[in-house]
Structures are given as structure tokens and as C-alpha cells.
């Protein structure tokens, strides 16, 4: 038991430091839940974390959303997390998580094109419709979509501010589409929702650490720290699967 609630709270502390300043850091909540819970049902001891946590976040976080953004990518989000539950059983995880450390290092090299070479085609629709769609792929069968919408969301050119807010209300709306199609598929239990209170209080001192880190962060190293983050969480998925 002892075991379960420190790593459990290490989980709440990550995530919400991550949720509440830079993110990218989900990524390594997965494998540390599963040292406790092991299994797919790890996925469903976190969405009510990202749930309670992403409340607080969109309360925090409620001014300059920028609604444009979300209202291009967020419909095929939707759809890929219904996609996602149609598939979550039937993928080998392996092979799976493989595939997600390739296509996150995919994405923070674009990032790097994209500094050298300025384009404005990250803000296309079409890019928005495909990022959208693997990005709720991705949340639904491995809660591991936040580097994607990360970078994605740093080549909108938003505000600090701006991109905080709309990653805030993105993952909220998102993760509240899962909840009812995790526990059809039986990954939210009365046996995950206890796991998921014992990281309540690494979430609330997490989100403390993150709020206060976020106001001194300067914007430049903001991004770098994205793109260093998802990049550790891109080589754990690929060499540590």
C-alpha cells in the first residue's frame, strides 16, 4: 500500500505540474501509474486525474482561449478518440507505443524544420483536421497526446497565455468525451477510481509548483522546454517500451 501511494502521488505531482505550466510531461505518467496498476486498466486510473485536474486548470486558465484554434482541430479529435475505443483492445501495446515515440521525435523535428525554414502551413486547416484526429487517436489508447498538441499549438504563434489556456480547454473537452467510453470498455472501475485518489494530493502540490513556474518562465525557453520534454518522453517510449 505503501508502495502504491507514493507512486501514485509522484504520478499527481507530474501531472499536475505538467498541467499547469509547460506540459509534455504526461507521457511519463503512464508508466509510472502502471508500476502500481499494471495493465490497460492503468489508463482508466488516469483520466480522473486529468479530469480534476484539467478543471482546475480551465478555471485557472480562462481568459484568452483562443476559440479558432479549438474549434478547427477539436471536432476530429473527437472522432479519434471514438476511433481509438474501437481499436484500444485489439492493438499490440508494444508495437503501439513504438509508433508513438517515432511520431513524436516526427513532430519536434518538424518543430526544428519549421524554426529554420518558416512556413505558415502548421496553420492550415488541413493540419489542424490531422493533428486533431491523432491527437485524439492517441489520448484515447495511450493518454499520451500531449506532446503532439504541444507542438502543435506552439506553431500557432500564440501567446503564452493564449497557448496555456486553449491546451487547457483542449485536453478538458477531451478527456470528458473519454470518461463514459473508458468505463463501457471496462477501464474505469471502482478499483481505479481508488487508485486515482491517491494521487489527489501530488495533484494540488503539482499544480501549486507548475502556476507559480509558468509566471517566470521566459517565452523562448518556454518552447525549448516543451520540445526537451517530449523528446525524453519520445526516447522512453521508443528504447523503454
Avoid: C
Wanted: aromatic share 12%; charged share 10%; glycine share 10%.
Amino acid at each position: 500500500m505503501t508502495d502504491t501511494l507514493l507512486v501514485m502521488f509522484v504520478a499527481g505531482l507530474l501531472t499536475g505540474f505538467s498541467k499547469f505550466s509547460v506540459g509534455g510531461m504526461g507521457l511519463l505518467v503512464l508508466p509510472i501509474v502502471m508500476i502500481a496498476f499494471p495493465g490497460p486498466e492503468a489508463l482508466g486510473a488516469i483520466v480522473p486525474l486529468y479530469l480534476l485536474i484539467d478543471i482546475l486548470a480551465v478555471i485557472s486558465y480562462r481568459k484568452n482561449i483562443s476559440w479558432k484554434v479549438l474549434g478547427r482541430f477539436l471536432p476530429l479529435a473527437m472522432l479519434g478518440v471514438l476511433v481509438g475505443s474501437q481499436v484500444l483492445s485489439d492493438i499490440d501495446p508494444n508495437d503501439f507505443i513504438t509508433l508513438l515515440g517515432v511520431i513524436i521525435m516526427a513532430m519536434i523535428g518538424l518543430g526544428f524544420f519549421l524554426d529554420a525554414y518558416p512556413t505558415s502551413f502548421m496553420q492550415k486547416p488541413w493540419a489542424a483536421y490531422s493533428m486533431g484526429f491523432a491527437g485524439g487517436l492517441i489520448s484515447m489508447m495511450a493518454n499520451a497526446a500531449g506532446p503532439i498538441f504541444s507542438l502543435f499549438l506552439l506553431e500557432q504563434k500564440l501567446s503564452k497565455e493564449s497557448y496555456v489556456s486553449t491546451r487547457a480547454w483542449a485536453f478538458f473537452l477531451i478527456n470528458l468525451a473519454k470518461l463514459p467510453m473508458y468505463i463501457g470498455i471496462g477501464l474505469i472501475t471502482p478499483a481505479s477510481l481508488t487508485i486515482s485518489a491517491y494521487a489527489t494530493p501530488g495533484l494540488l502540490v503539482g499544480a501549486l509548483f507548475g502556476y507559480h513556474f509558468l509566471k517566470r518562465v521566459q517565452p523562448n525557453h518556454f518552447k525549448w522546454l516543451v520540445r526537451l520534454l517530449s523528446t525524453i518522453a519520445a526516447v522512453k517510449l521508443i528504447l523503454f517500451p
